[in-house]
């Protein structure tokens, strides 16, 4: 039983570039949460993702953009980056009915 | 006040000993509990999750939730050096689907 995949694992973008991350979440879950973490910091929440629709959004500027697929996998965009989204970027795969989340190995993003 | 607080340590312990990890949350509404685990370069892991006041214990993890006090702690019996880690405490407000909002964590070293 696969977990959740996250990819790729680590990405170098330059400031003002676009970027996509992809989840593919554990088998049997239908939710994908995703989440920032700086270094030294807990993981911070992005948004949320259920029945291809964005449920919960944290307090995060609209260059983060997200999608659910029928299959339940999800992308996350950012926009015109900034040094400052250099972070550990995680997706948390769950079941709606539960509040139990999983994490991914992360995608490490450094924006030079 | 952040919502969910923790110390950051570090906590040092010795092989053998009884660790204990402390979290404290602000909103009383929080639904249910989470203890994440995440090793050096690496994604948090679950290793406990406790929904209703008193103790669930698994394995040499115990997770103690006191809501009147608006506390969750983590005892670790037997530390191990394999123990060393940083310790994430999370809460959800929700009773499904939810976001987790996380502290700081706690960087825990097991000394042999």
């Known amino acids: 039983d696969a977990g959740v995949t996250q990819s790729p694992t680590h990405l170098i973008k330059t400031r003002g570039q676009q970027v996509t991350l992809r989840c593919s979440p554990k088998s049997g879950h239908d939710t994908v949460s995703w989440y920032q973490q700086a270094l030294g910091q807990g993981p911070q929440f992005i948004f949320q993702?259920?029945?291809?629709?964005?449920?919960q959004r944290g307090n995060f500027p609209d260059r983060f953009s997200g999608h659910q697929f029928p299959n339940y996998s999800s992308e996350l965009n950012v926009n015109a980056l900034l040094l400052g989204d250099s972070a550990l970027y995680l997706c948390?795969?769950?079941?709606?009915?539960?509040?139990?989340?999983?994490f991914g190995q992360g995608t490490r993003l450094t924006v030079v | 006040q952040k919502e969910v607080e923790q110390n950051s340590g570090p906590l040092s312990v010795p092989e053998g000993a009884i660790a204990s990890l402390n979290c404290t949350y602000s909103?009383?509404?929080?639904?249910?509990f989470f203890w994440y685990r995440q090793y050096s370069g690496k994604s948090p892991e679950l290793i406990m999750s406790?929904?209703?006041?008193g103790d669930k214990e698994d394995g040499r993890f115990t997770a103690q939730l006191n809501k009147a006090s608006q506390y969750v702690s983590l005892l670790i019996r037997d530390s191990q050096p394999s123990d060393s880690a940083t310790y994430l405490c999370a809460v959800n407000l929700e009773v499904q689907g939810g976001k987790l909002i996380f502290g700081q964590g706690t960087e825990l070293s097991v000394k042999p």
């Open positions: 406790i929904y209703s006041n």
């Open positions: 948390a795969s769950s079941f709606w009915g539960g509040t139990e989340a999983f």
């Open positions: 993702y259920y029945e291809e629709e964005e449920r």
């Open positions: 909103d009383r509404g929080s639904q249910s």
